[in-house]
T-cell receptor
């Protein structure tokens, strides 16, 4: 059973469209990270959210942490081809020694 | 500030052989974690080292092992390679243990034939 469920698994959209991807769990996390990974490269940290209900914006990307700290969403406005990649969420539980990663959402933005 | 460096980038090995992968963390980072990434299983945690001690271990067989040196550089070793060990092996460094903000290297692509 995957601790963090990401949806959708695959998403293909046209340049300029908006999109939202989700990261859900039945467990509570002390913090949650979002990463983006391009083919053949390692994941790159985008953001960390810590407080329930927290919203963080990074240019066209908006990240939200659920009030109960069990889920998160990533919204991209006016997607660009450069946004193409695998988006991974990772959560840390209070008493765990490591982060757990979701399986990711593969995003393709067509020009 | 240099990022996380993994060597080699690509490796082809034969079943039954062993392999050693290397990771140099960001300067000042003392925690190094290793992950295996495959299309079917996603990113799976192997183990974490902090100050030369293994702090956490994932659910992998004993063929997978690692170590960390006094300069925080880390190596992982896989013995008796199997076809299913083909994967991208990623190393991530953090300033502290249990720090969930990780900085990843580019990975080592291992192919077992």
């Amino acid at each position: 059973t995957q601790l963090l469920e990401q949806s959708p698994q695959f998403l293909s959209i046209q340049e300029g469209e908006n999109l939202t991807v989700y990261c859900n769990s039945s467990s509570v996390f002390s913090s949650l990270q979002w990463y983006r990974q391009e083919p053949g490269e390692g994941p790159v940290l985008l953001v960390t959210v810590v407080t329930g209900g927290e919203v963080k914006k990074l240019k066209r990307l908006t990240f939200q942490f659920g009030d109960a700290r069990k889920d998160s969403s990533l919204h991209i406005t006016a997607a660009q081809p450069g946004d193409t990649g695998l988006y991974l969420c990772a959560g840390a539980q209070t008493n765990a020694g490591k982060s757990t990663f979701g399986d990711g959402t593969t995003l393709t933005v067509k020009p | 500030k240099a990022g996380v460096t993994q060597t080699p980038r690509y490796l082809i090995k034969t079943r039954g052989q062993q392999v050693t992968l290397s990771c140099s963390p960001i300067s000042g980072h003392r925690s190094v974690s290793w992950y295996q990434q495959t299309p079917g299983q996603g990113l799976q945690f192997l183990f974490e080292y902090f100050s030369e001690t293994q702090r956490n271990k994932g659910n992998f067989p004993g063929r997978f092992s690692g170590r960390q040196f006094s300069n925080s550089r880390s190596e992982m070793n896989v013995s008796t390679l199997e076809l299913g060990d083909s994967a991208l092996y990623l190393c991530a460094s953090s300033f502290m243990s249990k720090n969930t903000e990780a900085f990843f290297g580019q990975g080592t692509r291992l192919t077992v034939v």
